[in-house]
Nanobody, 131 residues
Framework: QVPVVESGGGSVQTGGSLRLSCAAS????????IGWFRQAPGKQREGIAN????????YYADSVKGRFTMALDNANNTVYLQMNSLKPDDTAMYYC????????????????????????WGQGTQVTVSS
């Protein structure tokens, strides 16, 4: 089973919404940190959000805070990223990743996903926001 798989990308107009899904294997999902990243052409990868699946600790980057929200679906080992009030600057390939290797994940997951290493990455899903 693939450790993490993203889905839900698409094209929307400014102000629209999309919900991305990150479906994980059971071992990858349980009590681990799931991070969301994005990368636009010609730009560095940006870590935008984290959530600890064992307790809901979250982190949001300033660029998405107040517009993006994560939710856990423990029955389906899935993390959702609800994206509202989308802007053209949100256009990017979006990736989810899972971090399993750390013993202090509940606290570590409260910090930017760029501050630590992830063990598994999905293939990405494209989000395009037109003006």
């Amino acid at each position: 089973q693939v450790p993490v798989v993203e889905s839900g990308g698409g094209s929307v107009q400014t102000g629209g919404s999309l919900r991305l899904s990150c479906a994980a294997s059971e071992d990858t999902y349980n009590a681990n940190c799931i991070g969301w990243f994005r990368q636009a052409p010609g730009k560095q990868r940006e870590g935008i959000a984290n959530i600890y699946t064992g307790g809901g600790t979250t982190y949001y980057a300033d660029s998405v805070k107040g517009r993006f929200t994560m939710a856990l679906d423990n029955a389906n080992n899935t993390v959702y990223l609800q994206m509202n009030s989308l802007k053209p600057d949100d256009t990017a390939m979006y990736y989810c990743a899972a971090a399993l290797r750390y013993v202090d994940l509940p606290s570590r997951c409260a910090f930017s996903p760029t501050t630590f290493e992830y063990d598994y990455w999905g293939q990405g899903t494209q989000v395009t926001v037109s003006s």
